[in-house]
């Protein structure tokens, strides 16, 4: 009897065993990866005088970060995918250098966060590229080696950037997989994005892991944004080469990055980079594009034609097209400029078609004013006003500029401006703001109870119209104006690029085309 309950016994816990056993396997073979998800993205110009400082990057952290990317919704397929750890991404207005604080507290967030929940398959790394920081050289590729020595070399990162980013030596290496946006203006930048997710996906369910090869080719060519739109030849033409060679046995990803012109270090130039494990086709990409873009570079110009301010305000003037759009390049907000010149108003107030209520109607997008925005809210909307705007920040072209008007509006709420004020002077509408915001869309101007697209000239602080202002123009000219963006690159004093560099030296010989092979990042020192 007892030999019988010992032989059922032993039976009994095998098994047990064996459906332990078939548990454990099913949990395997259902096993999501695991990605984390982090970033910093902002274009920082080195010839403003402007700071950016934390608060101006709107960090979300943990499950809010999801709000940035719809191809992550909560019933998305590649939510589903894996197993997401979002820490914190923060995207800020291009604006001015870095403080080293706000650098270092946001960095520092975002590797605590990290440590959190260790260790992760994969990390989308999500950067503009552009960054400048006080003290700090190639602030993304500091940044990722420190994410590096969090998360260990094993994990894969997935590199998204906008394409006027730099890609230094050491970021190409501490990354895996790398792409950027493909278009400018950026309407791709989502569907870039999601392309990063979707190839780091696909490497960690296939299993193929890290790209056996990373080619990376310096071009020595500077190029403001306004003159490589794809938009227009030769930027477009180029771009399209792009795609055909990812669609290759053994090519994952191939990127141009233009480069960011506006910052005085080294890694700025543009870049060309193919991932893959073919190592022929990779380097053959690369080097394709690279010498695409080295013939065409005497080929670019400017998407729109280009005028003093004088000019274009007498072209506006003059045009039946309305609106009639120009814009003020130089202080540029979108690409880094302090925002706050006032040299163009000052200029657009002095002319005497303006002074009168009955002159050409014109809004100007914007100035800064919070002294003036404190004062409008005190006398309130259809009062009379005296005060001083802009030029706290950059007044190298012009001082403070004193408006005189009606408050037309007060609107509260906008995540940049907080506060937006339109001061009516002569036939001129200015919008004041409480901090600098760039005006990209019509609701921007209508919810200020503007109307846009019945008023003779708009005059915006941008450099390419984005697609809604480009859609809504009558005519269009750009401002060659002052700023910390300068669009006449060789009127900066660049002290610290590699040279030489095109357009800055015009006649030096063709550079070296040939790929380099970026060592893995597990095998890097």
Known sequence: MNRLFYILLTLFVQFLNSCNSGQKTEENTTKLPRI????????????????????????????????????????????????????????????????????????NKTLEMLKENLPYDGLFFDIHGAMSVVGIDDPEGDFIIRIREVVGKETIISTCMDLHGNVSWRLAENTDLITCYRMAPHEDALESKQRAVENLLERLESGKGKPAYKAWIPVPILLPGEKTSTRIEPGKSLYAKVDPLTKQEGVIDAAI???????????????????????????????????SFWNVREEFVFVAPTATLKESLDMAIASKNQPFMISDMGDNPTAGGAGDVTW?????????????????????????????????????????????????????????????????????????????????TGSIYVIV????????????????????????????????????????????????????????????????????IFPLDKDMPDPDLEAKFVPSSDKNQ
């Open 257 to 291: 990055w233009i480069g960011y012109a506006w910052a005085d270090e080294p890694r700025n130039h543009a870049v060309v980079m193919a991932t893959g494990d073919d190592k022929e086709q990779v380097s053959q990409s690369a080097e394709k594009l690279a010498k």
């Open 36 to 107: 984390a998800i982090a970033g910093l993205a902002i274009e920082s110009s080195t010839f403003s005088p402007a700071q950016t400082r934390e608060e101006a990057f709107h960090a979300r952290v943990a499950d809010n970060v999801f709000s940035f990317y719809p191809f992550l919704s909560i019933d998305s397929a590649n939510r589903k995918r894996a197993e997401w750890f979002p820490t914190l991404k923060a995207h800020a207005l291009p604006g001015g250098i870095v403080t080293k604080e706000a650098y270092e507290s946001l960095v």
């Open 433 to 500: 703001t409480k901090k600098r915001k760039p005006y990209h869309k019509e609701v921007d101007f209508t919810r200020l109870g503007l109307t846009p697209k019945e008023t003779d000239i708009i005059i915006v602080k941008i450099g390419y119209l984005v697609p809604e202002l480009y859609d809504m123009r009558g005519d269009w000219i750009m401002a060659l104006t002052p700023g910390g963006v300068d669009q006449d690159l060789e009127r900066i004093e660049y002290k610290r690029l590699k040279r030489p």
């Open 344 to 424: 163009t108003l000052q200029e657009i107030l002095a002319r005497p078609e303006f002074k009168s209520e009955n002159g050409p109607s014109l809004i100007y997008a914007s100035i800064p004013g919070p002294e003036l925005v404190t004062k409008a809210l005190e006398v309130g909307v259809g009062g009379k006003i005296e005060a001083l705007a802009g030029a706290a920040i950059d007044d190298r072209f012009a001082p403070p500029i004193k408006l005189s008007g009606t408050i037309e509006a007060i609107e509260y709420g906008d995540k940049h401006a907080e506060i937006e004020v339109v001061i009516k």
